[in-house]
């Protein structure tokens, strides 16, 4: 008969320094995170860990950093499939040249499956646990996240015209339901609505998707203010700036997730603080494709809460977040002139718990806080790259690039060891890209 | 008696893809490059290179891009030891409270040594070959990278003020020619002059600088123009902006390496255009500092060499030239407003022959020409970050981490071979930075 007093647990993760991002800014040095079933239950240093817990395994990582999986606020995942296809355009011969081209050619079912399994494996890779997800078909996107173990809230796509998914708009809302209905209290998919713009969505549809987003507490996933052309065409066309008509619609509130926001007034911005909006900014696509710059200190000074995204493949061309959060906090130094705005630690929190918090599920995961879902992830700290180390979250946001990713886990799962990706089948998956390479290719000659 | 008619050389390269960058844009499919001693002797397709060719090694690497190794042009290498010990902080405090007190404490030879030491290992890992060096003690920096086989082209630090390196401007010029002699004909290590800033030289110094750099035929390296500040106190002090000063000195020529210049009139821009100067564009750098945006698609229309650089690491954090080339490339177009700005080929150019050409090895390096000198990398494209793969250039530009690095070779000699740095000890270099950083922290115990 054991007389372990210790408490019984599934796994302690020993690192050398742990960033749980609340409180912020701390770093725990030689610290544990002990995991029981897919919660955290403890951080407390390493010593003392050993004498409480009894954990089924014990992984020791003196070198890495634990610290939350990042969240990828905006994105189109199976866009991954165009990475690179077309760059250096502006936004209009961009799409109506070759991504809607493209798009009419592909767009199926496998399309998005293989897709979002391309990346998955890209953000396992990469740090990222999490991505609030914007594109079609989310019937095919949700059975994948859930097949895989991925963590992701899944848009319901609307727009006012036909595409493969959907042929009208009642049919874009009663098939959107559907798939939510399917998935009701799933442990890693959950939903928004994702109406795709103020100048593709009419007042009716945005009035329809507010009461439904009510009734069904979700949160409404849109692209705003990303062009000043814009704002231009819906002066012309509604006489009011779309962040306008939205708040006449009533979608001006805590759900609204807004995407880009690169042209914003001070009364906006004040508008949005108010209303507990929350912004997820994409800097590397605002810069790709010269949308504009979104002032991302003064939202954050004002208190709107501040995600990150990559936005899609077909745009960016990657789905790092570690490159994103640093392109964020150094772009937001250059945009406000000032080399003290969005710090280190404000960075990691925008790309880990603000962008949890702009998801609806700033509640279960984003920081490592006991009862929260134990999803995060260990980086390497001992190569070249990151030596000597002064401060951890500097260097994280700063000088680490996404390869130093040593392991990821969602709701306890080991899903990334030692650089591997331990459930799934990674050959496969690179022909399978390679098969919808030549299937583009063959759409567009010029590839 | 062998009846071989194929010609001998020392090693074929065989590569998925070969971008030579010149001619421009160009991606020759699996083609083989031919090195012959020190030099590139052809470049063919594959098949072509084995009936033609007899090497003593032959190098298959068919899910790889071959290119020019990338020129880093403008670095202060040994910094690299003070690696985010500061960060988010205006100019001025981030030097007078942390840089200059720690450097004041550590500057030494040893300091020196094992800064340009460990950023070689650093630089040749992510894919650079060729550094335009800007520090102290250029004896040192000289001797180390020959020692390690690493091409550089150190500055001749000037400024008006003592420093650990020289006691009075006389110094400054003797020490630093000394140097220059016992280096002359090197086949890796060249110089420059680097009067530190318009701000720290005088225009006596200034004066002698430029008859020394045309009778030594050495480029000119100056930060210049990097934040309004300067420009103020420059009309304060002189009455002139800092480029037309040094243009009234005689400087503004062919062999200007005006870095930074994030603050420029039309007539400035034309100016270089004119004088064939060049700038050092470090983009983020001139983010992490807030000190303005340099115009470099401006700069670029107007027919001004364009280099880029990573700067130092006490305010990058990294000496990664793929995020640098990417960075350069996204915000060239952000602040252009037009996305056609920078393409990738233009940025690839920056990265490899423009910063050749800036630092006066345009003839010798940067693109892959015969005759030219053998530096070059391999970058693996087989990983899930690339795939799938349209475009080499786009792929290498916005979607490459330097992690794909897979080879290096510098004046034909391998320094990098399947992501091991040959001939360095990574163990003993690791143990150096870490006793620095304790020396460092010691200095400031807050750290």
Redesign the interface.
């Known amino acids: 008969m054991s007389t372990d007093a210790r408490t019984p647990c599934d796994e302690v993760i020993e690192a050398g320094w742990i960033v749980p991002v609340v409180p912020h800014g701390v770093v725990l040095a030689d610290h544990a995170l002990v995991v029981d079933g897919d919660r955290i239950t403890a951080i407390l240093p390493r010593a003392e860990a050993q004498a409480r817990y009894a954990p089924r395994l014990t992984t020791a990582r003196p070198d890495s950093v634990l610290l939350p999986g990042l969240v990828n606020a905006h994105t189109h995942n199976p866009m991954i ?1 165009m ?3 077309a ?5 209009m011969p ?1 799409l109506t040249e070759h991504v809607w081209p493209i798009e009419a050619a592909v767009m199926s079912p496998a399309f998005i499956a293989d897709g979002c399994e ?1 990346a998955v ?2 953000m396992l ?2 740090g990222t646990t999490c991505c609030n997800e914007n594109y079609f078909f989310p019937d095919v996107q949700a059975a994948t996240y859930r097949r895989l173990g991925f963590r992701a809230v899944v848009g319901l796509p609307f727009i006012e015209f036909p595409s493969a998914w959907a042929a009208t708009p009642a049919e874009y809302f009663d098939k959107g339901l559907e798939v939510r209905d399917n998935y009701r209290n799933d442990a890693l998919v959950s939903f928004s609505f994702a109406p795709h713009a103020p100048y593709t969505v009419s007042d009716a549809s945005f009035g329809r998707i507010r009461v439904l987003a009510e009734q069904l507490d979700l949160p409404v996933h849109v692209h705003v203010h990303e062009t000043a052309q814009e704002i231009e065409d819906s002066l012309a066309q509604h006489g009011q700036r779309p962040l306008a008509r939205m708040d006449r619609l009533g979608l001006v509130n805590e759900r609204l997730v807004a995407v880009h926001m690169t042209q914003l007034t001070p009364a906006e911005i004040a508008l949005c603080a108010e209303r507990g909006v929350s912004v997820a900014h994409c800097p ?1 696509s ?5 949308s ?2 979104c002032p991302a200190e003064a939202l954050r000074r004002a208190g709107v809460n501040l995600a990150i995204g990559t936005d899609g ?1 077909a745009s ?3 789905l ?1 977040m570690f ?1 994103e959060m ?2 964020a906090a ?2 937001a ?2 945009v ?9 630690a404000s960075a990691l929190r925008a790309a880990t718990l603000d962008g949890a918090r702009a998801i609806g599920l700033g509640e279960r995961i984003g920081s490592l806080e006991p009862g929260k879902q134990a999803d995060f992830i260990c980086v390497a700290m ?1 190569a ?8 951890a979250i ?2 994280l946001v ?2 680490t ?3 130093q990713v040593r392991d990821a886990w969602i709701a306890g799962r080991r899903k990334l060891a030692d650089g591997v990706l331990v459930d799934m089948d ?1 050959a496969s ?2 022909t399978r ?2 098969d ?2 030549a299937r ?2 063959a759409v567009r000659p010029g ?1």
């Open positions: 499939l990475r690179g296809v760059d250096d355009l502006a936004l961009w391309l494996a890209e890779r990469g590397q605002n810069l790709k494709l010269a504009g710059f493949c960016n061309n990657d790092d490159d640093r392109c150094l772009l130094k250059g406000a002139g000032d080399a003290t705005a969005m710090d280190a001992d070249i790259e990151t030596q000597p180390m002064y401060h500097s260097q700063y000088a690039g996404r390869q990674v998956l690179l890209a390679g919808w390479r583009i290719a590839v």
